[in-house]
């Protein structure tokens, strides 16, 4: 397939994604003190850049953020369960045929390009695609499944309303994205990972039907919480505002106060997956190997 025809299709199913949705650098890892178990690390990249042209889009009225502008960036997360050897892998960025050179698909509210692949990232860890034995993805948006079909030989950890949608014939575009994918376990709500705490998946519904955050217990002083696309910036969070392209506003509002009080019951670091300012504070706290 030529880069011309793939941008095509990448662009397409953008556009389908927005209809559907109106409806309804480098790794760092830290690890747990030797001494505690379970024994756990994180280790993560940006998987894309993203500049959000028309801000607006990001508040359930339209009316917030109006001729502003903001960069995101689009990580993808390895999380190791070393007592196992276990590893899963949260989401997976742009896909890769977006290429380094900006591409402004569609209405013209995203920007986007990936400046290295996957496999690239994965081989500065001395890792391949087989070394993956789970796939979650906070939800189904072309920005967090771009690179997901790699990984057809790991168990798909998915909300069984969450597969139900995308796999739907209506949202056949959407489906394109995991359809190598298998190997599925069908959840229904919060799902510990590794059977011992200390990753554990939180359903988190609104933004899509069967989205949902991630809890990680590294053995330090805080654990953290990556929010999937529960929050997209700062101001989302402190405001409680849902972007306009939501499946559910009051789904969104709901799974937002289950998080903050689940997220003050551990006491933990909240991790907006798409704010800069978050992906280097984490990159920070696992540089330092502490969480504080």
């Known amino acids: 397939m030529s880069l011309t025809i793939a ?46 042209n028309r801000l607006e889009a990001f508040s359930d009225s339209l009316h917030l953020y109006k001729g502003q502008s903001k960069a995101f960036v689009d990580p993808t997360y390895i999380i190791t369960h070393h007592p196992t050897g276990k590893r ?94 298998t190997k599925v376990e069908k959840l229904k709500g919060d799902y510990d990972v590794f059977g011992d705490g200390s990753v554990v998946i939180k359903y988190t519904p609104g933004h899509t039907i069967g989205h949902q955050s991630l809890y990680i217990d590294l053995g330090l002083k805080r654990p953290i919480l990556l929010t999937g696309d529960l929050y997209h910036f700062q101001e989302n969070r402190q405001n409680k505002i849902s972007p306009s392209f939501n499946y559910n506003f009051e789904q969104t509002r709901a799974s937002m106060e289950a998080f903050e009080t689940f997220a ?29």
């Open 264 to 292: 003050k019951q551990k006491n933990a670091i909240v991790i907006i997956q798409h704010s800069p300012k978050d992906y280097k504070k984490l990159q920070e706290l696992l540089k330092n190997k502490t969480i504080h």
């Open 7 to 52: 941008k095509k299709i990448i662009i397409t199913t953008l556009s389908i994604w927005l209809v559907t949705s109106c409806k309804q650098q480098g790794g760092t890892t830290v690890s747990k003190d030797a001494k505690t178990s379970p024994s756990v690390s994180l280790q993560m990249f940006n998987s894309g850049q993203i500049k959000v």
């Open 88 to 181: 899963l892998i949260w989401d997976t960025g742009l896909p890769e045929a977006i290429g380094k050179t900006p591409i402004t698909p569609g209405d013209g509210t995203f920007t986007l390009s990936r400046q290295d692949s996957l496999v690239n990232q994965l081989k500065t860890l001395q890792l391949s695609y087989d070394d993956f034995d789970y796939i979650a993805l906070s939800h189904s948006h072309f920005d967090h499944t771009g690179t997901a079909n790699y990984f057809k030989n790991a168990t798909w950890l998915v909300q069984a309303n969450e597969y139900e949608f995308i796999t739907n014939k209506d949202n056949a575009a959407l489906g394109l994205a995991v359809s190598e994918l």
